[in-house]
């Protein structure tokens, strides 16, 4: 039975980089043993394996990023597709990659989504790659992120206040694979490095040993953070100031209770990964950061 080792992201831990690099040097992957599939992959995203996931994830609630369109695509055909390039390639060892994936364990019954990709999957022996980020960096990413949109988000408090603790804990998406795969099939591993030395602490979590090449470049820009504000406020025009800087985020009390649930799993999911993080995410590095963005 091949080993498919399907990378799940999180968002923010450079799986775009990881998808490009593994899509440009492909016939040095299958040199080393490893099968990165050409197939099941958006038009306009032609790196990522979304097709697999995006399709799966809307069967089960998920509303796809607007770049992605379900119309006219079978599910059954594309994973048909898919299992024929996986089962007629000589390597033993199948890539899939795609954060979309992350998605099925956020969905109100990740249980039977997750399920259903095991289901899916059976003819494989599974892993999954998870990627986790210290909570507080990954929600100054996840907020810079999605101020590129054309609307711009509430003010950073709000955002964090609305922002599903799962997403930055990282626990439960953990504990939904778990459950569907069993604990030994997952793979975690800390977002720590930068550049080709990413893609490198991927490849080694997953046994390959060809050394990464091509440009040491980040794929995804980040907004100037002296900019990111003016720009956020400039799309929020049909708020009044209070709305749209200081205030509207609950109680301090609700914040600081979401903080402690954040921190108490992202320690213990931490503990299951290469080289454990401490979060740095608190109430106080909460408004520090705000008050950052608005000075």
């Known amino acids: 039975m091949k080993r498919l080792y399907v990378h799940i992201g999180h968002d923010k831990t450079a799986t775009s980089a990881i998808k490009k690099n593994c899509s440009d040097n492909a016939s040095a ?3 080393a043993g490893y099968f990165y599939p050409p197939v099941a ?38 994973y048909d597709a898919f299992l024929r390039s996986a089962r007629g390639a000589p390597q033993n060892n199948i890539l899939i990659s795609s954060e979309e994936f992350f998605q099925l364990g956020l969905r109100d019954d990740p249980a039977a989504a997750l399920a259903e990709l095991k289901d899916r999957l059976a003819a494989f022996d599974v892993r999954i790659v998870l990627y986790i980020r210290e909570p507080l960096a990954l929600l ?27 997403f930055l804990a990282q626990l439960r998406v ?11 099939a997952l793979i975690v591993r ?8 990413h893609i490198g602490d991927f490849l080694t979590g997953i046994g390959c040993d060809h050394i990464p090449q091509g440009e040491d470049l980040r794929v995804q820009e980040a907004q100037d953070l002296d900019t990111l504000e003016l720009t956020r406020l400039a799309k929020r025009q049909g708020d009044d100031y209070d709305a749209a800087t200081l205030s509207r985020f609950g109680s ?7 903080v402690a649930r954040i921190n108490a799993g992202f320690a213990e999911i931490s503990a299951r990964a290469d080289v454990p993080q401490d979060s740095q995410l608190s109430l106080a590095s909460l408004f520090a950061h705000h008050e950052r963005l608005i000075t």
């Open 29 to 31: 992957l299958a040199q």
């Open 41 to 78: 992959r958006p038009r306009n995203n032609p790196t990522n394996h979304g097709d697999l996931s995006l399709l799966l994830a809307a069967r089960h609630g998920f509303h796809p990023p607007p770049w992605y369109g379900t119309e006219g695509k079978d599910i059954d055909a594309i």
């Open 140 to 166: 100054k990413s996840w907020y810079n992120e999605m101020n590129k949109g054309p609307h711009g988000t509430r003010a950073f408090p709000v955002f964090f206040k609305n922002l599903s603790p799962d």
């Open 174 to 184: 953990w504990q939904h694979f778990a459950e569907i795969f069993g604990p030994p």
């Open 190 to 197: 800390s977002y720590k490095r930068t550049g080709l030395a």
């Open 252 to 258: 301090i009390e609700a914040l600081a209770d979401k």
